[in-house]
T-cell receptor, first 114, second 115 residues
């Protein structure tokens, strides 16, 4: 079965720096991959989606890359702010069901210090 | 409200009790999902509805778990004879259609604690 790996250790960075979070998967590439943000006590909130044939996607200070050779997606937050502190979840979808069955990684907690 | 709502937000049950968790999706959303999230883990898929039809229930952990969406809007997740391992946050999400490449909109979750 497919396995998704995100760094379970928290990532601590200084305000203004770029945060880079990693999502690795096994076996064959997903049709697309989504990234979500989750704050304590809340449900995940959608951030970005990148398809298998896309190398990079941007939205404001966010950037997602998708490398099917490395079987990896990287999520970048530039000019990070304390408000960016949250857990970030990657969710690949292999498209092998007729609907969007998300399989989430464990998430990486990001802490941005002022 | 404009978002997905869930009730109750917190539920404490004694082992062996039955519980019912409610999800109100965004109006008009065709697809509805239930996920279970254990502490420190990502959400895990439980079941999926397209309108009133339950198309996938492969993630339900046991036959004690039952979900329904009789009129294609509100959904209820029922857990019978709760066990301590059922303690988790139960998340509901909805999606405008059954087509992929759409984001899912999540509710705040119901935190279930089984004593």
């Amino acid at each position: 079965s497919q396995k998704i790996e995100q760094n379970s250790e928290a990532l601590n960075i200084q305000e203004g720096k770029t945060a880079t979070l990693t999502c690795n998967y096994t076996n064959y590439s997903p049709a697309y991959l989504q990234w979500y943000r989750q704050d304590p006590g809340r449900g995940p909130v959608f951030l970005l989606l990148i398809r298998e044939n896309e190398k990079e996607k941007r939205k404001e200070r966010l950037k997602v890359t998708f490398d099917t050779t490395l079987k990896q997606s990287l999520f970048h937050i530039t000019a990070s702010q304390p408000a960016d502190s949250a857990t970030y979840l990657c969710a690949p979808n292999w498209g092998d069901t007729g609907f969007q069955k998300l399989v989430f990684g464990t998430g990486t907690r990001l802490l941005v210090s002022p | 409200g404009a978002g997905v709502s869930q009730s109750p937000r917190y539920k404490v049950a004694k082992r062996g009790q039955d519980v019912a968790l409610r999800c109100d999706p965004i109006s008009g959303h065709v697809s509805l999902f239930w996920y279970q999230q254990a502490l420190g883990q990502g959400p895990e898929f439980l079941t999926y509805f397209q309108n009133e039809a339950q198309l996938d229930k492969s993630g339900l952990p046991s036959d004690r778990f039952f979900a329904e969406r009789p009129e294609g809007s509100v959904s209820t997740l029922k857990i019978q004879r709760t066990q301590q391992e059922d303690s988790a946050v139960y998340l509901c999400a909805s999606q405008p259609s059954g087509v992929s490449y759409n984001e899912q909109f999540f509710g705040p979750g119901t935190r279930l604690t089984v004593l």
